[in-house]
């Protein structure tokens, strides 16, 4: 498989301004991440709430300039050449989490969809943008595309808004889309439609994906056979094939999340059930201790986690643990 | 039972320049009190508009065309639509509050979450003074699991999805309403983090009697925390129970079709099938069943008669399609 992007020990910081603490804090948003993203691949990125997926995908689409770290796009180091970075932002696409600011409010669907088509491909007569948009918007089961076409943000249901949003991104023709929870507000029965038309726009195509979700099943269902990065407090914790991941989880946090996926069966009582963790209370990103940043929460922690960790390789899933002994003795 | 709120033939129509599209179409139940009353259905079927009469805040061009909705105080009853704009402002958070759909999108982002919570205080409490204000900020922000020296002079913009969705429901909480609103309250949460979340506000509902309406496509949750289940199409009602009753027998073929079309990671990939068909048209809706084009059960009748809800023998369990009869159970 050919490399698409590559990003090289990227640290990402945010500036606060301390008001509470009385100083200048830095809030560590991501710490040294690597990943690769191959032309064709799907790669899911699941974590917890806060943790840096946001952020990270924002990285990989060149939205924001990480703090520190590379960033390549077919080999090429996108800060050093200028042609590959023009080649770059116009292969990668972004689906916000948050589709209601990613839409403007004061311009119709057609004009949101007509817009970046036109900027891209100068040369296109207006009739066959119309066409393509028309396409796009019942592709993603917005039909009969006129209904949506004048309407404005405000006036769709959460779940049409995203599917707008989904066919503004593949109308630009993309190498790449990162899909930050896509279908989250749509009903299952469209997900599921929806992920196919992901899946072949995949296959047929071979746009890659990276699905930003904390959905497990439909990770599950959508990237089969594809990459999986469980993220931590801005680390990649676990790294691997979606099946291994899921059908064997090695992270301890990986096993707490996977723990708490609520199941369909009204018989079984899931309230009583206690998730594997020490502790609800997250973790700073202000203050970073050095060693694991699960320690506190972390049922197997042992005081040799408070040293720097590595990652360690069990089979072909990366697992930054220092601790897996004691882990798999106690499963 | 006790009830807490009735909507009786409630029709709600947005009215555009060209035509009106009527979101939510005669729509009829009693929410129970003291409990947890999920409304699921397809994107787009009216279940936000639906939810926004309670407060009478349906968004523009939307009107409600006719029908009632009751509030069942303590000793009163009273139609909300019946207040004045002054009583309703009292009303709103203090007896029924709502986290809407798509947090990002409620909080004001020039204004830091604390001066928010401040504002909203003052609204009900004209003399709380500032100090007051952040203790109870303060109190509410850990009670949703968030570190509140991070998020309290924080703008929305440095917060995650999930983090403003958390502030969003600490929000709800702050006036201890008799309602809560939940629309899709947990998309940008992590199951571990949503589990924690649900919990809480199991415990709230419990202990406080807040009765709660919530509005999701995880049948999951569903099946986990709530009560009793609403499910909508099209606009319509069209099964109702207790969530053992609607999941194990799942009468409604819309229902079936629902709940069977949800991926989990335990169920065989090929056999996860979304609902064939494509969402009603709301300009053009079918005749007779709304459902009928999609039914895998439709008969002779269904395109000619629109069903009424029936009343299954087993006591609180609405249906409505043809197949049903009412009284006794007779397929
Ligand atoms: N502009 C910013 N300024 C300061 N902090 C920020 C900014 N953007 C993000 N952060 C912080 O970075 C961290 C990661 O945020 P990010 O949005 O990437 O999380 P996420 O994994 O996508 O979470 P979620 O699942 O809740 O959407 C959070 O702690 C957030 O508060
Ligand atoms: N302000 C508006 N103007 C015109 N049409 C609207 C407006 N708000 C909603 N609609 C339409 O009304 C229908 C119902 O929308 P609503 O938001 O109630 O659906 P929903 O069930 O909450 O969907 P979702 O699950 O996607 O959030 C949709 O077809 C939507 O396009
Ligand atoms: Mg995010
Ligand atoms: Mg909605």
Known sequence: MNELIRLE?????????????????????????????????ITVFVGESGCGKTTLGKIVVGLLKPSKGNVYFKGQNINKTLSSKKEYKSSVQFVQQDSYAALNPVRTIYQSLFAPIKNQRREMPK??????????????????????????????????????????????????????????MIDVSLRISILDIMKRLNTELGISFIYITHDLATANYFANGGKMCVMYLGEIVED?????????????????????????????DQLSKEIPLKTMEIGNLIDRHIGCSFYSRCLYSKEKCLNPVEYVLVGNTKVLCCNLEGVNDEK | MEHIVEFKNVIVEYQ???????????????????????????????????????????????????????????????????????????????????????????????MTIFEQFYETLKVHRHDITEEEAEAICIQYLELVNLDYEKVFKAYPHELSG???????????????????????????????????????????????????????HDISVVSKYADYVAVMYGGKLMEYGS????????????????????????????????????PPDLMNMPSGCVFHPRCNKAFSACPITDPKLVLLENGNHLVKCLLYKGGDDNE
């Not at chain 1, 008001?19 to 032309?39: F, G, S, W």
């Not at chain 1, 918007?137 to 707008?164: D, I, M, T």
């Not at chain 2, 309670?54 to 409600?64: D, F, H, R």
């Not at chain 2, 949503?194 to 199991?202: A, H, N, R, S, V």
């Open chain 2, 16 to 110: 555009m320049k060209h035509y009106n599209l009527r979101a939510v179409n005669d729509f009829s139940l009693k929410i129970p009190r003291g409990k947890i009353t999920a409304l699921v259905g397809e994107s787009g079927s009216g279940k936000t508009t639906l939810a926004s009469t309670l407060l009478n805040n349906v968004s523009k061009p939307g009107k409600i065309v006719s029908g009632e909705i009751l509030y069942y105080g303590g000793d009163s009853v009273y139609n909300i639509l019946d207040l004045d704009s002054k009583k309703l402002n009292q009303f709103r958070w203090s007896k029924i509050s709502m986290v809407f759909q798509g947090a990002q999108n409620a909080l004001n982002p020039i």
């Open chain 2, 162 to 216: 999930g983090m403003k969705q958390r502030v969003m429901i600490a929000f709800s909480l702050l006036l201890e309403p008799s309602l809560i609103i939940l629309d899709e309250p947990t998309t940008a949460l992590d199951v571990i983090v949503q589990d924690y979340i649900f919990k809480l506000l199991k415990k709230i509902n419990v202990e406080l009697k807040i009765s709660m309406l919530l509005l999701t």
């Open chain 1, 240 to 268: 691997g094939t979606v099946q291994d991941i899921i059908s064997n989880p090695r992270h301890p946090y990986t096993r707490a999340l996977i723990s708490a996926i609520p199941i369909i069966d009204p018989d079984v």
């Open chain 1, 9 to 41: 020990n990227i640290y990402m910081n945010f500036e606060k301004s301390g008001k509470i603490l009385e100083k200048e804090k830095v809030v560590q948003v991501l710490q040294d991440v690597n990943l690769t993203i191959n032309e064709g691949e």
């Open chain 1, 127 to 184: 009739g066959e943008i119309d066409n393509k948009i028309n396409e796009y918007l019942e592709l993603v089961g917005l039909k009969p595309a006129e209904q949506f076409l004048n309407k404005f943000p405000h006036q769709l249901s959460g779940g049409q808004r995203q599917r707008v949003c989904l066919a503004r991104a593949v109308s630009l023709d993309p190498k790449l889309i990162v899909a930050d929870e896509p279908v989250s």
């Open chain 2, 243 to 278: 969530v053992k009753n609607v999941f194990t027998q799942k009468r409604h073929p819309y229902t079936k079709g629902l709940i069977e079309s949800t991926p989990s990671l335990d169920k065989d990939i090929d056999s996860i099938k979304p609902i064939p068909g494509n």
